[in-house]
């Protein structure tokens, strides 16, 4: 959560902390995954980052009309973890490798469209639905449940109208050359998310593109061991905490000063 990021500022730049919180995490997330009774996970308002990734692994993952999901890693100089590089690559089509990138903003029904959400539930009926859940004892019952909404969950969305786009400019095998493939669609969309990319860390994104692209081959413990290690070199970066300081202090709205500067400038 953006709170416990930004201690990492608030203790000098403390290794030991941030290692030590990401290793919970990281151990939060292979124990849900390993679990056989079946999770409810409640995406009500924001769910980004670590949250999502702790969420995703509950069989009935549950979004709202105030969902507002994302993982905004690249922003902060960081890259998507908590088993993101795992999940991302599995979500249909390039979708995952948008979301990674480009730190996009899903909100309400656009969460089940991109298949980070199983199932949604309108604003209105989560009390009840919530009041419900706790009185059922069986795996059964939580499916009837939840399966009551499947009718709500089918509305046309902006993922949605954006899909075929995604999909050609995402498959790219770089990041440079998904830049050059915006410029060359130049409508709205194209332009808004070039922009996005070019304000995001050159090292975040080429990390993440690199990550990503190996972990759709990985099993979870790997992806998590793989997190692991590049957070271990991520934490002796300057962008990190330029990015939290930037985005979660400050709250700059333009691009801030990385290091490297340029996606040519980032080594291999």
Known sequence: AGGEIKKVLDVNLNEEY???????????????????????????????????????????????????????????????????????PRLPGYVGMYLGLTGAQLRGREVITVGLASHFVPGQDLELFQDKLSSVGKSEEVESLVNKYRSLEKESNRIEENLEKINYVFSCTSVERMLDVLSELGDEWSQKTKDRLLKMSPTSLKVTHRALSLGGKLTLQDCLHMESQLSVNFVKKRDLFVGIRGVLVDKVSTRLDWDPATLDDVSK
């Open 18 to 88: 941030f290692f030590s919180h990401l290793s919970k995490e990281y151990s939060l997330v292979h124990l849900f995954s390993m679990l056989q009774t079946p999770c409810v996970s409640l995406w009500c308002g924001i769910t980004m980052g670590g949250g999502v990734g702790i969420a995703y692994h509950s069989k009935y993952r549950i979004a709202s009309d105030n969902t507002l999901c994302s993982l905004p890693e690249t922003a902060l100089g960081f890259f998507p973890d908590v088993g993101a590089t795992y999940f991302l």
